[in-house]
C-alpha cells in the first residue's frame, strides 16, 4: 500500500487529455513538501518528468503540466501521444514516515 | 551528462550479504545528495536509503534498517550500497539516483534528478 494514491491505470485517445491524481496527506502533499513527478517507459527506467509541484525540466514538452491543491496533486497530459504510453510517479516527502514516498504508479494507456 | 552506472546485483540465497556499486560521472560527484530506489517485478517504486553529499547523514526506510547501509567514495566517484541478511522480498531492480538541485524564480528543488539504468537483485533459494 502507497503512501500516496494515484490510479492504476488511465486511458485516452491520440489528441485527448487524461490526468493522473496523486492524493496524499497531511504528512506529507498537505504538509507543503514538494511533488515530483517521473516517466517510467516500458523497460526503462523512470526519468524526471515534473519537478517543484509545476515545473518542467528542459526537454520535457508543454503538453505536460501539473498542480497542486492541500493533499491533492494532478498531471495533465494534453494532445496525447502513443509515445506517451508508459507508466506514471508522484513522489513527495513525509515527515511522519521520514521517508521519500512514492505513488504506486498509473499506466496510461494511449 | 551525467551518468550512473550500476553494478554488483544477481541471484543470492535469503539470509546472505551483497553490496551493489553506482559509478558516477558528469558532475562533481562532491556536490551532490545521492539515494537508493528500488522496484520488485511488476511493482511501483520504493525508497531505499539516502547518503548527504557530505555523507554525515543517512537515512534508511524502515524494510531496511539495520540490514543495508550505504556510503560512498568521493575519491573514486562511487556510490555504494551493502545489503545484509537478505530476505526474498528485497528481489527488485535497484537504481542510483542522483538528487538534483533545481532553481525556479526564487525556490530550490530537489527532486531525483537522475536515474542509472538499473541493477537486478534476485534474493532466492
Known amino acids: 500500500q502507497s503512501v500516496l494514491t494515484q490510479p492504476p491505470s488511465v486511458s485516452g485517445a491520440p489528441g485527448q487529455r487524461v490526468t493522473i491524481s496523486c492524493t496524499g496527506s497531511?504528512?506529507?502533499?498537505?504538509?507543503?513538501?514538494?511533488v515530483h513527478w517521473y516517466l517510467q517507459l516500458p523497460g526503462a527506467g523512470p526519468r524526471l518528468l515534473i519537478y517543484?509541484?509545476?515545473n518542467r525540466p528542459s526537454g520535457v514538452p508543454g503538453r505536460f503540466s501539473a498542480s497542486k491543491s492541500g493533499t491533492l496533486a494532478s498531471l495533465a497530459i494534453t494532445g496525447l501521444q502513443a509515445e506517451d504510453e508508459a507508466d506514471y510517479y508522484c513522489?513527495?516527502?513525509?515527515?511522519?514516515?521520514?521517508?521519500?514516498?512514492f505513488g504506486g504508479g498509473t499506466k496510461l494507456t494511449v | 551528462q551525467v551518468q550512473l552506472v550500476e553494478s554488483g546485483g544477481g541471484v543470492v540465497q535469503p539470509g546472505t550479504s551483497l553490496t551493489l556499486s553506482c559509478g558516477a560521472s558528469?558532475?562533481?560527484?562532491?556536490?551532490?545528495?545521492l539515494h537508493w530506489v528500488r522496484q520488485a517485478p511488476g511493482k511501483g517504486l520504493e525508497w531505499v536509503s539516502f547518503?548527504?553529499?557530505?555523507?554525515?547523514?543517512?537515512y534508511y526506510a524502515d524494510s531496511v534498517l539495520g540490514r543495508f547501509t550505504i556510503s560512498r567514495d568521493i575519491s573514486k566517484n562511487m556510490l555504494y550500497l551493502q545489503m545484509n541478511s537478505l530476505k526474498t522480498d528485497d528481489t527488485a531492480v535497484y537504481y542510483c539516483?542522483?538528487?538534483?538541485?533545481?532553481?525556479?524564480?526564487?525556490?530550490?528543488?530537489?527532486?531525483?534528478?537522475?536515474w542509472g539504468q538499473g541493477t537486478l537483485v534476485t534474493v532466492s533459494s
Open positions: 539516483l542522483r538528487e538534483g538541485k533545481l532553481s525556479h524564480g526564487n525556490n530550490y528543488y530537489y527532486p531525483f534528478e537522475n
Open positions: 558528469g558532475f562533481i560527484f562532491s556536490d551532490y545528495a
Open positions: 547518503i548527504s553529499y557530505d555523507e554525515v547523514n543517512k
Open positions: 497531511s504528512s506529507n502533499i498537505g504538509s507543503g513538501y514538494d
Open positions: 517543484g509541484d509545476t
Open positions: 513522489q513527495s516527502y513525509d515527515n511522519n514516515l521520514s521517508a521519500w514516498v
